[in-house]
């Protein structure tokens, strides 16, 4: 009878889903829908349909700045509180502006307010909250069922108007680099294959992930850490020219530093439970090609165009925009194609609550009026092939 | 239109860095100083790095009001330190220990919370340094508030002549700029003011993401004070004129599409060929009114009667 039991049940157990059991359970993360990578948000929902639904753990991404660095800025901050929400630790680092003021601007979860009275239900009465259900008397051996609380959502909206709360922000260990302030003491290392900004901040990043246990190859030794979580790193306008070091490192110029840098981080971060988001300022880096290398060396690129400032501010064709998307490269994973968005014509625009990337589209038109403007704007004085040559204003047929 | 340069001068509650960008055509130095002197009337004191003028040319430039706030660094007189071999850094040099806030320090009289900074010019200290050390030394003093406590805002004033230095050395400096103010070689005349000394464009960075590109005309009196004007209204008046106005298509037509009342009539009465004659015989006749005539023969077979009783014979 047992044998028959036994056979029956091995027989009905025989089918075992594959990824069920491999993937590991950490908040803020997904599995992947086309290559089973364990993904996380960049807080910008339609920024993580765009890379392919989110960023995979152990990637890195690089966002090529605006002219003014803001928008860039922005992404970053949202980078950072989805992953206050999430439970994930923070690492941000910067040279211009102090990291902990950047800490401070993060915008507020629009959930925030009800994770805080979540918490503040939470720690006293635990108790209380376990008041057996009283309908009928086989209803109380039932397993409690957790309603779905927002923390575990993927990617949540927050408002840029408000930023966060210190009883948010000391949800998460966060950990800053303030490259002027890391740099006062001097200490030279032996044999150097990178700049000291770099070589220091790599160090700093190494030392991140080996005592925040975040490193795979280690955990699988030692569990004592059941509860595992990601470290998200941040990196603000790394490659500006405070981040250079021309004189004090002979031989290496900076962006073979930086592209060792990339190449080095990107090693580490690839068996780490870690992901990190770099801003740069390209349009700073004179040669194209330069500009590619860097590309190569993330998973990710992902530039953006702001309008502030530009003539195209003022083209009704992106009135609606405030500027545009343009994705230099996506991430391939664990896979030989990489998920395609359907256009390369994306545009951004920013509101209070959120901030959203789309196709960009004519705007409808609804004057009657039988010109259309942006006809004549979006082409600026290039004649097209069918257009006279000697009359410019004339009607061309 | 408000002029975007004095609104820089009124509120500015943060620290700002102000790049003025000239040439050898266009000296900013009269632009830089006059607004020195307006912005530091509310300001505690009234730094200046000169390394192109003598000191006495340089106080030259600063207004009665300010001149006691004044604190001339002097870098020209003894540039490299040759006067004095026992001092261990050079002026024009910025070490850690010697760079402009630690120099600013060493004069900073006690429970002085604003000050202006003017770097006349940061073109000199670029032959002796690299961009980043220029960069970190500029930045160390626009966030001085960080470091030192009593100091609540710094705004600093940098000269370049930008036409000395590449590219990539100017790109990084407006990185690091708030403000740039870039010195153009556009004739003034056109403005408004009278005697104007020059025109600027001015591209004002805020810390909301709004960016600010206005050009402006601007004119220095004898008493150091400063009257600007917006300088593109002109242009724009011309430029609807040109650009905005909607392209007539009737213009250039070969055949005339705009007919007159009487231009119309005339038209329709032209014949036109290719209608066989017959049909120009029937054009004679008014439309609507035709008419038929029938002369019954004997083959005939005429019924008075009307079957359907509806020809109205």
Known sequence: MAATMSTASGVKTSFQRKGKAKSVQIQGTRPSLHNNLLLVSTGVPSFDFILGGGLAVGSVLLIEEDTYGHYAQILLRYFLAEGIMSGHNLFLASASQNPQKILKMLPFPVEGDKLLAGDAKNDPTTSAGVEPMKIAWRYESLPKVEGNTPSHKFGHSYDLSRTVTPELLSRVITDTFYLPEEMKEESKSSPLYLCPTHQKLLRRIESQIRDGGYHLTDSVQSKQTPERTILRIALHSLGSPLWWDENSSEGIDTLTSLCRFLHALRGLLRNSLAVAVVTMPTHLLEVFTDVRRLERLCDAAVQIESFAGSEKETNPMYEEYHGLVHV??????????????????????????????????????????????????????????????FQKRGLDF | ?????????????????????????????????ALANQISERFDQFHVFTTELSPDETSSYIGSEVSSKLILHDIWTDPLGWNNPAEETDPLKLNPGSDFISRLCCRLAPSVSKIVVVIDTISSFLPYHTDSQMCSAILSLVTASERISDIQNVQVLGLLHSDLHSEKTVKALRYLATTQIKLSVEDPSLSTIRDAHGVFEILQNKKNGKVKRQKEVYRVDGNHHLELSVYDQQQKQENSHGNDAQPDPTANLTFNLTLKESERIAKEKVVLPYISNKDKSELVTPPGSGQIFYEPDDADDFDEEDPDDDLDI
């Open chain 2, 1 to 33: 239109m408000p002029s975007v340069f004095l609104q820089n001068v009124k509120g500015q509650e943060g620290s700002s860095f102000l790049l003025f960008e000239d040439s050898r055509t266009h000296s900013g130095r009269l632009l830089l100083y």
């Open chain 1, 328 to 389: 230099k490269q996506l991430p391939r994973l664990n896979s030989l194609t990489l998920s395609t968005p359907d256009t390369a014509d994306l545009g951004f625009k920013l509101k209070r609550k959120k901030f959203t990337i789309e196709k960009l589209h004519l705007p409808p038109e609804f004057s009657d009026s039988t010109s259309r403007p942006q006809e004549d704007v979006v082409l600026p004085s290039s004649s097209t092939g069918c257009s006279s040559i």
